[in-house]
């Protein structure tokens, strides 16, 4: 069946360095890949999306790369922040049926905690 | 307004009451979404409004009910729930195009005791 996986539950980063939060999925018919930022006490947060036509899009920030070789995606986040300390989850957009739009699954998440 | 407001924040209740756990958005966006939630898990879909119709439930067991009584709200209504229904519920919003990039509300934490 369909499922979204990450491969370490927990990073912990310094302040000011790079981070990347990996994530493997199984289904090579979604379209569509995203990343959520979930903070304690908090629903969830739309952060970026790719396409399964593409292999890279930035946003402010954040990086996600797809490859669909190896069916993985990951977030790089440049210069993290006290802020971006969260729950991050990867997503895909699961099996459209008929004219509806398909659904999200959800990834196991990875705490990011960020140390001053 | 972009916000996704639930209520209440928190729930505690018996095995043998009824609640209702309240959403609204005011963003026009026509789908509406209920998620549960477990601690340190991801969300898991529980059921989809699509311009007020249901348009999918996640084979929930009928303790749950849903309701989307307008565009702007959406309801869940509890009735025996079980010690294993404890969880954050989420409610999430999209527009129908993007429906992959979801607005969701803070949560309501319920506890059954």
């Known amino acids: 069946g369909e499922s979204v996986g990450l491969h370490l539950p927990t990073l912990s980063v310094q302040e000011g360095d790079n981070s990347i939060i990996n994530c493997a999925y199984s289904?090579?018919?979604?379209?569509?890949f995203i990343w959520y930022k979930q903070e304690s006490g908090k629903g969830p947060q739309f952060i970026i999306d790719i396409r399964s036509n593409m292999d890279k899009r930035q946003g402010q920030r954040v990086t996600v790369l797809l490859n669909k070789t190896v069916k993985h995606l990951s977030l790089q986040i440049a210069a993290t922040q006290p802020g971006d300390s969260a729950v991050y989850f990867c997503?895909?957009?699961?099996?459209?049926?008929?004219?509806?739009?398909?659904?999200?699954?959800f990834g196991k998440g990875t705490k990011l905690s960020v140390k001053p | 307004d972009t916000e996704v407001t639930q209520t209440p924040k928190h729930l505690v209740m018996g095995m043998t009451n009824k609640k209702s756990l309240k959403c609204e958005q005011h963003?026009?966006?026509?789908?509406m979404y209920w998620y549960k939630q477990k601690a340190k898990k991801p969300p898991e879909l529980m059921f989809v409004y699509s311009y007020e119709k249901l348009s999918i439930n996640e084979s929930v067991p009928s303790r749950f009910s849903p309701e989307c009584p307008n565009s702007s709200l959406l309801n869940l209504h509890l009735h025996a729930l079980q010690p294993e229904d404890s969880a954050l519920y989420l409610c999430?919003?999209?527009?129908?195009?993007?429906?992959?990039?979801?607005?969701f509300g803070p949560g309501t934490r319920l506890t059954v005791l």
């Open positions: 963003m026009g966006h026509r789908a």
């Open positions: 999430a919003t999209s527009r129908g195009l993007r429906a992959y990039e979801q607005f």
């Open positions: 997503a895909e957009r699961g099996a459209q049926i008929g004219g509806s739009q398909g659904n999200l699954i």
């Open positions: 289904n090579s018919a979604s379209d569509y």
